[in-house]
């Protein structure tokens, strides 16, 4: 795609061990147990080179494919040192319908020789480290923020003082995933204005048991926030930021539950 491929190769190095201080990689890199790619992995494709009712020519296929061909390459360098679980997105070859269907292992020819490259649907469950997590790759909450009426304080007119606009859009984000939290549903906008697929006997986005970690991908910004859970505990809210559009990751802290924000760029920070 057009994106910088630096970000990404900083995050495979800075996995891999490969790069930051000796601090970093003695007490983080060494420590880190899995990688959860929420979706849209692939680069989307442009309106002009989307296949319609005739055939692209050879070069034109090989021009698209590439990004492709970086991912699976990406993907195959990340899984030779640690767990990766590769979740679909909306802009993955994949089922346009929830719950997506997992990337088909032919698209990924390299990495999915490696058995640490799991390839999870959309919502996505898993157990790391005893530690329960839910996600999705964020249509369920942008869909929702489309239909959901913000708050608006008693004077229209006047603005909090030092909230920007970024800080109001991951607030809302995170408001819409606790209510989907106290709600106990994963896609509530589904079917009426969010495809899925038509389940007659049971609904799979219902939340069976709260999740300790509840994360959505692909959203504007970075936050999180720590909420209680309807039957007690409490849950980790995330919001993860975009790589593609930020070059942030999330690192999560499996002993004490606290997410922080890793930016790969020319200049690389943890905050």
Not at 27 to 39: E, P
Not at 81 to 105: C, K, N, Y
Not at 136 to 148: I, N
Request: proline share 8%; charged share 20%.
């Amino acid at each position: 795609g057009n994106s910088d491929p630096l970000p990404a190769s900083l995050l495979v190095d800075y996995v891999a061990g490969r790069l930051g201080s000796t601090q970093d990689r003695v007490n983080i890199g060494s420590n880190i147990c899995r990688v959860i790619l929420a979706g849209n992995s692939m680069a989307p494709l442009d309106e002009g080179e989307r296949l319609r009712d005739r055939n692209l020519p050879a070069a034109d296929q090989e021009r698209i494919a590439g990004p492709l061909y970086e991912l699976d390459s990406m993907l195959a360098q990340l899984a030779s040192t640690v767990q990766v679980d590769l979740m679909p997105g909306a802009e993955d070859a994949s089922s346009i319908s929830l719950p997506q269907q997992p990337f088909h292992r032919s698209l990924l020819p390299t990495a999915c020789r490696y058995p640490s490259l799991m390839r999870p649907p959309n919502p996505y469950e898993a157990l790391v480290e005893n530690r329960h997590f839910i996600g999705t790759s964020g249509q369920p909450v942008d869909d929702l923020l489309k239909f959901t009426k913000t708050k608006v304080p008693e004077d229209a007119d006047a603005k909090a003082v030092g909230v920007s606009e970024t800080e109001e859009s991951v607030s809302e984000v995170l408001d819409v995933m606790e209510r989907m939290l106290s709600w106990r549903h994963l896609a509530p906008t589904a079917p009426d204005t969010l495809p899925c697929y038509p389940f007659y006997q049971e609904d799979p986005f219902v939340l069976e048991n709260t999740p300790q970690v509840f994360f959505a991908g692909n959203q504007r910004d970075f936050g999180c926030r720590r909420v209680r859970a309807p039957n007690g505990g409490s849950c980790l809210l995330i919001s993860v930021p975009k790589f593609s559009a930020t070059g942030d990751a999330v690192l999560v802290n499996l002993s004490n539950l606290e997410a922080s924000r890793l930016h790969f760029g020319v200049s690389m920070t943890i905050e």
